[in-house]
């Protein structure tokens, strides 16, 4: 159950302090979790912002006139020309 030195420490030590000083072991540890708990749960939501904001900022590159519009737009223009073989090989390290 308890594998670190560090938890076999603590245990050792609660076995010599008085049922308070163990309940107040026990809210301090609790409040800790809830701590990071909510710190967790702050990071996630500005993480979701920022990529929500970086999404917003690359809209007007995909609309009608961006720069990136015609690479997924249904009514691109076929990028194969036809004076190129299309089933042209690439050969490595030629």
Do not use: C
Not at 8 to 32: C, Q
Request: net charge negative; proline share 2%; glycine share 2%.
């Amino acid at each position: 159950m308890f594998k670190t030195m560090m938890q076999l420490e603590i245990l050792e030590a609660l076995k010599h302090i008085s049922n308070e000083e163990r309940i107040l072991v026990i809210e301090t540890a609790a409040r800790l979790m809830r701590e990071e708990a909510k710190n967790k749960e702050l990071r996630k939501a500005e993480q979701h912002r920022r990529l929500e904001m970086a999404a917003q900022a690359a809209l007007p590159d995909y609309e009608e006139g961006g720069t990136l519009h015609d690479l997924w737009a249904s009514d691109k223009t076929d990028y194969d020309r036809e004076d190129e073989p299309s089933d042209t090989k690439v050969v490595a390290n030629a």
